[in-house]
Structures are given as structure tokens and as C-alpha cells.
């Protein structure tokens, strides 16, 4: 018996240092440095532009060593139809980011940006957002069509905005959903809907729109991954802990 927990232990502790693969579908490490071009480590060819062409323009976010970093105004990456050939029934959404708000007398003007998303072809929002609304409460959360996440449990001042945060989304059809920060398991979906519908549109970092200025991003992104599966609490924490380790090596803090 001993022994076997001893083996279990040693197996808990080696997972912490690799990312989980099941199921991957792309991987951005936000590390290039610079280039038009978002490179997708999964394998699977989903590179992201920055912008909107082939060349630089200024809706390009600036490459820094932790990372890109959006205006707020117009920049953005474009990924495409990546969700198109996924399945409609499950997945897992994440990203690493840091918000930059703006202040007004001391106090964290009311904003709201989208880290990760687009809209299907029923108009209904998916993704990861921040948002802080007219009470300087704090809304970081995500979307599946008709379904919100909302984690707002404090005054937008008592948030550290110094250091990156993780957010993840998972959902299974039907079945369940939940919602992730700094690798801790937040709340499920308010509503929870039959279906989701891989957007025709354009998924984006930095908003979730092509044609819309409202909710545009200010701040850094620094990682991001898309599933095509529910990751459970134990991987979930498991590739936190990982992106922890990984991208202290390149000066981000992640919480």
C-alpha cells in the first residue's frame, strides 16, 4: 500500500511539469518576437495574423518579450475559422492575460474588453472577457452562445492587474460547463445550452467581432490554448501550474 501511494505521488508530481496533449487542437505561446504571423504549437496548423492583412498595418497588437500586447482600440489577431472543424458537442478555451485599466481620480474607469472569441452564426457571443461595469465591480468570465460566467466578488481595485491571470472555459453539450481562474474552479454556466455552433466568422484575440469597436482588449495576452474536449479540474490546474514555470522564464508572473 505504501508503496503504491508512493508511486501515485510520483506520478502527481511529474504531471506538473508537462502540458496535457489529449485532445489539443492549438497552442499559442505568444513568443515569436515579431512577424505578422501567431504560430500555433499544437501540430495542427492553426496559426493565427496579426491584424488585418499580410503585411503590418494598425490594427497589429506590439510584440513584447512576454508577449503581444493590444491598444485596446483596433488591435486584434485573427485565427480564422479554427472552431469550424471542430466538434460542436465539446471544448476547452484558455487564455493567459494581463489587463491594463484606466484610472480616473484614483478609481479603474469602467471598460470592457474581449481576450478570446467571436460570434456564432445565431449572433451569440463565445469566448473569454473582462469587463468592469459602472459599480467598478470586476466581471472576468466567459460565454457559450446564451450562457454567461461572471466572477465578480470584489471592487475592480482590489484585483492585482500587475501580474498575468488565467482564464478557461470548458463545456460539454448538454452536460455541463465551468469556468476557470488562476487554475481554480469558479461556477458553470448561469445558463446552459443545448448547442454550440462553430462561429463562420472570424475568431480573434483581442475582441470578438470583425466589424465592431465595442470590448476591444487593452492590455498583454501572453498564452492561449483551444481543447477539442472538457478538460476535468486536475488538468486544468495541471497545465496552470505548467504555464507557471514556463513563462516565468521569459519575465510573465502569472498568479
Given at each position: 500500500?505504501?508503496?503504491g501511494?508512493?508511486v501515485?505521488l510520483?506520478?502527481?508530481?511529474?504531471?506538473?511539469?508537462i502540458?496535457?496533449r489529449d485532445g489539443?487542437?492549438?497552442?499559442?505561446r505568444?513568443?515569436e518576437g515579431?512577424?505578422?504571423v501567431l504560430?500555433?504549437?499544437?501540430?495542427?496548423?492553426n496559426h493565427?495574423?496579426?491584424?488585418s492583412?499580410?503585411?503590418?498595418?494598425t490594427?497589429d497588437?506590439?510584440w513584447?518579450?512576454?508577449?503581444?500586447?493590444f491598444?485596446g482600440?483596433d488591435d486584434?489577431?485573427?485565427l480564422g475559422t479554427?472552431?469550424r472543424?471542430?466538434?460542436?458537442?465539446?471544448?476547452?478555451?484558455?487564455?493567459?492575460?494581463?489587463?491594463?485599466?484606466a484610472y480616473?481620480?484614483?478609481l479603474?474607469?469602467?471598460?470592457e474588453?474581449?481576450?478570446?472569441g467571436?460570434y456564432?452564426?445565431?449572433?451569440?457571443?463565445?469566448?473569454?472577457?473582462?469587463?468592469?461595469d459602472?459599480?467598478r465591480?470586476?466581471?472576468?468570465?466567459g460565454?457559450?452562445?446564451?450562457g454567461?460566467i461572471?466572477y465578480m466578488?470584489?471592487?475592480?481595485?482590489?484585483f492585482?492587474?500587475t501580474?498575468y491571470?488565467?482564464?478557461?472555459?470548458?463545456?460539454?453539450?448538454?452536460?455541463s460547463?465551468a469556468?476557470?481562474?488562476?487554475?481554480?474552479y469558479?461556477a458553470?454556466?448561469?445558463?446552459?445550452p443545448?448547442?454550440i455552433i462553430?462561429?463562420a466568422k472570424?475568431?480573434?484575440?483581442?475582441?470578438n467581432?470583425p466589424?465592431?469597436?465595442?470590448a476591444?482588449f487593452k492590455g498583454?495576452?501572453?498564452?492561449?490554448?483551444?481543447?477539442?474536449?472538457?478538460l476535468?479540474?486536475?488538468?486544468?490546474?495541471?497545465n496552470h501550474?505548467?504555464s507557471k514555470?514556463?513563462?516565468?522564464?521569459?519575465g510573465?508572473i502569472?498568479?
Amino acid at each position: 500500500m505504501k508503496l503504491g501511494i508512493g508511486v501515485n505521488l510520483f506520478k502527481r508530481q511529474e504531471q506538473k511539469g508537462i502540458p496535457v496533449r489529449d485532445g489539443l487542437v492549438a497552442e499559442y505561446r505568444f513568443d515569436e518576437g515579431r512577424g505578422q504571423v501567431l504560430c500555433d504549437y499544437s501540430g495542427k496548423g492553426n496559426h493565427g495574423r496579426l491584424g488585418s492583412s499580410r503585411l503590418a498595418d494598425t490594427n497589429d497588437p506590439l510584440w513584447t518579450p512576454e508577449g503581444l500586447q493590444f491598444d485596446g482600440v483596433d488591435d486584434y489577431v485573427s485565427l480564422g475559422t479554427v472552431l469550424r472543424s471542430m466538434p460542436t458537442t465539446e471544448m476547452t478555451v484558455g487564455a493567459i492575460w494581463k489587463y491594463t485599466p484606466a484610472y480616473e481620480d484614483g478609481l479603474i474607469v469602467p471598460d470592457e474588453g474581449d481576450i478570446f472569441g467571436s460570434y456564432n452564426v445565431e449572433s451569440q457571443p463565445f469566448g473569454l472577457f473582462i469587463k468592469i461595469d459602472s459599480f467598478r465591480k470586476l466581471n472576468i468570465g466567459g460565454s457559450i452562445s446564451r450562457g454567461y460566467i461572471y466572477y465578480m466578488d470584489r471592487l475592480a481595485e482590489d484585483f492585482n492587474f500587475t501580474v498575468y491571470h488565467s482564464s478557461v472555459l470548458t463545456y460539454i453539450k448538454g452536460i455541463s460547463s465551468a469556468f476557470y481562474i488562476d487554475g481554480t474552479y469558479i461556477a458553470p454556466l448561469d445558463v446552459l445550452p443545448d448547442i454550440i455552433i462553430p462561429t463562420a466568422k472570424d475568431i480573434r484575440f483581442g475582441c470578438n467581432l470583425p466589424d465592431r469597436d465595442y470590448a476591444v482588449f487593452k492590455g498583454n495576452i501572453a498564452f492561449a490554448y483551444i481543447y477539442n474536449r472538457a478538460l476535468s479540474p486536475e488538468e486544468v490546474l495541471q497545465n496552470h501550474e505548467w504555464s507557471k514555470v514556463e513563462l516565468a522564464k521569459r519575465g510573465v508572473i502569472l498568479e
